[in-house]
């Protein structure tokens, strides 16, 4: 979720559900010891409870970015070992850190001898055609010893070479069934599953073998299904009187203070919002609006007037695009 899950697109999120876990885009230890930390790491008090995503594979940078992610406030600390990419492999770190248990085990040490949030591991099933159950539960079994607690499986391979990204998000098959082994195999353990869920009935089918479930570009792209979650999986009250209208409100208000705080423009923030009218007539002309850099020039408010109208106005033929 590089360049999707940034900060302005966890503050869209948090006001859709007050209980759901957020996680950040990762954010590799070298941008941290060597970078802008600041740029990095802000992040609104509105988004908790959130975690910062790391990449990595030094002990040593990987403690240090931890410490810095507690001091700016996160509460959990998560360390990448799932993303195929080529340039993460580059750095190694991310997918191929799989085939290094003990040096994952001693990242996680390190974190946990630095901050006293959780420190957590989000990887793969396998690494390329590698599919026997063994690897990755001795993967599991080596990295819980140094002390994680919380595994956070993506049920699919990574395949390192021959497949592009997104294609290591389609192509290689999914098999829920070794996470669910994972979980009878070390029940004390926090097992959750990320892959291809895509609805509520899959949310809850898995909650009833697993303690978790991560959704990504579901719920980016449909935005207002998170707006079920906090009633149907935390067994908490929706927040009062939301509606898709209100939180366009809200982000308006937010694009407006981040422009005056920060010279942000409003386009960086509605990017990740044009997904919140999915499927409701003339929702094709709200987000053409909203992407529509010509636009620029006005103020947020200005847009989103200009967005209803032309939804509104919007041709039958249009009302389902």
Not at 228 to 243: C, G, I, K, N, V
């Amino acid at each position: 979720m590089m360049a999707w899950t940034d900060r302005h697109c966890r503050y869209f999120h948090r006001l859709l559900s007050s209980q759901t876990l957020l996680y950040t885009e990762m954010v590799t230890t070298g941008a941290l010891v060597h970078g802008d930390v600041a740029r990095h790491l802000q992040h609104d008090a509105g988004e908790h409870p959130v975690a910062l995503q790391l990449g990595g594979s030094e002990p040593s940078d990987l403690a240090h970015s931890a410490r810095l992610g507690e001091q700016w406030g996160y509460d959990e600390i998560n360390l990448n070992c799932g993303c195929p990419s080529e340039r993460v492999q580059r750095g190694a770190f991310g997918a191929c850190l799989m085939a290094e248990p003990q040096l994952v085990a001693d990242c996680v040490k390190a974190m946990l001898d630095a901050v006293s949030v959780p420190v957590t591991v989000k990887h793969r099933i396998g690494v390329d055609r590698t599919e026997s159950y063994e690897f990755v539960r001795d993967f599991v079994g080596t990295v819980s010893e140094a002390g994680c607690r919380t595994f956070i499986v993506h049920a699919r391979n990574a395949w390192l070479k021959g497949l592009s990204p997104k294609e290591n998000r389609e192509l290689p098959p999914l098999r829920y069934e070794l996470v669910h082994r994972l979980k009878r195999e070390f029940p004390a353990l926090t097992i959750c599953i990320n892959g291809g869920i895509t609805d509520s009935e899959q949310v809850a089918q898995q909650l009833q073998a697993l303690d978790g479930v991560m959704i990504g570009r579901e719920a980016y792209h449909n935005p207002w299904w998170l707006a079920q979650w906090d009633e149907q999986f935390f067994h908490r009250p929706a927040r009062a009187a939301l509606t898709r209208e209100t939180v366009e409100e809200q982000m308006t208000d937010y694009m407006a203070r981040e422009a005056k705080l920060h010279g942000t423009p409003w386009s960086a923030i509605a990017r990740h919002m044009l997904g919140l009218r999915h499927g409701l007539p003339g929702s094709r002309h709200w987000r053409q609006v909203w992407s529509d850099h010509r636009l620029k020039a006005l103020p947020a408010r200005d847009v989103m007037a200009l967005a209803h109208e032309m939804e509104q106005n919007s041709p039958p033929e249009c009302a389902t695009a």
